[in-house]
């Protein structure tokens, strides 16, 4: 009776040691959310580098879900939560970070840096650029880690300003309108300038560059209830943008996309664009038939620009396991060499100043020298607009903006008041909220 007893008993033992074993041996499974925001090849570069990432070590698998475009990644990151099922990282609009933060949606970011006895607000303020600081930071707190970022520049096709005796790129807004009136060529189809103008970021990006470069703001960056919509500078910007197309006749009207646009350039019939640093890999890999050109964008009353792209953030709602291995991967995808190849095969700048410092950035630069003029811009760079109900707020001046150039006789004026108006209602719950005098 007891050899029957014995065997099931060994039996159990190695059936607990297979367990144990297996439990070691497995990884920790998280999901990473990330988006494909400019055009190009980056879904299937960004799932090359999951899998690198996932036979690189034993603890952690990476299962990456492609979400489309910044806007929609938030709106599928958010639901993810709802649904019980938090994302554990994310590729997020890194002017998302404060509205993210103030509905108590992502992590501190130190809830996974404690995995590396490290605090994630020294890393952010040492090792990236400073102008990522403020849109990765909300009250003082650090909730995101920068990952690609951008500014808009200015591509030309150098072919046409050859042959239309252009010397230089545009420093200035009369500049800018004196090239494009000699590049325009109605018989040929040939438009002067496009500027993006669609109501999924890219137009109010664009615009907000504008607005700064007239020497306004277009909102307040230490209170998140406040935008500047129908500042002077602001109708300034968006009478410009209107002038390009009815009176200058040097833009087409109607909203413009970036698809739109590059495919334009691409076939030669327009002479500038102000599009992302993110579309510059895009932008080389197909100008086949003349010169690119790239340069910062010209200045008004000053040279400014917002800083875009975007950050890593993680969602509330994910185990301590979880945690450890989003910080795994995240202080993997942001090393110095990951994240500078990210950069050359994309077009983004690194937002890790160390990345600069690598034999193949040195000699990726050295090589095209384009690809700096997104970090010579980075001492003209202010945070990118972020407020309570960012998107909301955001598309109450991007629905006017396709009004503007759809239309000449709505004023920018009139405009500038209805976009206003609009965010004010928006962000009235968070403005009541930050008024309240009495504390209990």
């Known amino acids: 009776m007891l050899k029957p007893l014995k065997q099931k008993l060994q039996a159990l033992t190695v059936s607990v040691v297979l367990a144990f074993s297996g439990t070691a041996l497995a990884k920790e499974k998280i999901d990473f959310m990330f988006p494909a925001p400019v055009d190009g090849k980056l879904t299937m570069e960004m799932t090359r580098v999951i899998n690198v990432f996932n036979d690189s070590q034993q603890d952690v698998e990476v299962r990456g879900i492609f979400t489309g475009n910044y806007d929609t990644t938030k709106i599928k990151a958010e639901s993810a939560q709802k649904a019980g099922q938090p994302p554990a990282l994310v590729i997020m609009s890194a002017n998302f970070t404060t509205d993210l933060a103030l509905k108590d949606e992502i992590l501190p970011m130190d809830e996974l840096f404690k995995f590396g006895n490290q605090k994630a607000g020294p890393f952010l303020l040492n090792e990236f650029w400073p102008a990522m600081h403020k849109n990765a930071q909300v009250m003082g707190v650090t909730y995101a880690i920068p990952f690609h970022n951008s500014t808009p520049i200015l591509y030309y096709n150098k ?130 038939d003349f010169e690119l050109g790239v340069a910062m964008l010209p200045a008004k009353q000053q040279r400014a620009v917002p800083i875009g792209g975007a950050s890593l953030v993680s969602f509330k709602g994910i185990s301590d396991a979880q945690k450890k291995a989003a910080y795994q991967f995240l202080t993997w995808l942001v090393s110095p060499q990951v994240n500078g190849e990210w950069s050359r095969f994309t077009g983004y700048f690194s937002p890790r100043k160390a990345s600069y410092d690598t034999p193949e950035m040195k000699a990726y630069l050295q090589q095209d020298p384009r690809a700096a003029i997104a970090l010579d811009q980075l001492k003209y760079a202010h945070p990118w607009y972020s407020t309570y109900e960012t998107v909301a707020v955001r598309k109450a001046m991007e629905n006017q903006l396709a009004a503007v150039v759809n239309d000449q006789q709505v004023t920018p004026e009139a405009a500038a008041n209805a976009a206003q108006q609009e965010a004010d209602t928006l962000m009235k719950p968070y403005v009541e909220k930050t008024a309240l005098a009495d504390v209990k």
Not at 203 to 228: C, M, T
Not at 264 to 280: H, I, P, Y
């Open 159 to 288: 072919t046409l300003f050859d042959q239309a005796g252009i010397k230089q790129p545009p420093q200035t807004w009369a500049e800018l309108l004196a090239a494009a009136k000699k590049l325009t060529d109605e018989s040929k189809g040939q438009w002067g300038i496009m500027l993006p103008s669609t109501n999924d970021d890219y137009g109010g990006w664009i615009f907000s560059a504008l607005v700064r470069a007239n020497g306004g703001k277009f909102f307040n960056e230490d209170y998140p209830g406040e935008v500047y919509y129908n500042a002077p500078s602001t109708i300034g910007a968006l009478r410009f943008w209107q002038d390009l197309i009815y009176k200058d006749n040097v833009m087409p009207s109607g909203v413009l996309n970036s698809k739109q646009i590059s495919a334009a350039f691409f076939s030669g019939k327009v002479g500038m664009a102000m599009l992302s640093t993110g579309a510059l890999g895009f932008m080389r890999e197909n100008t086949k």
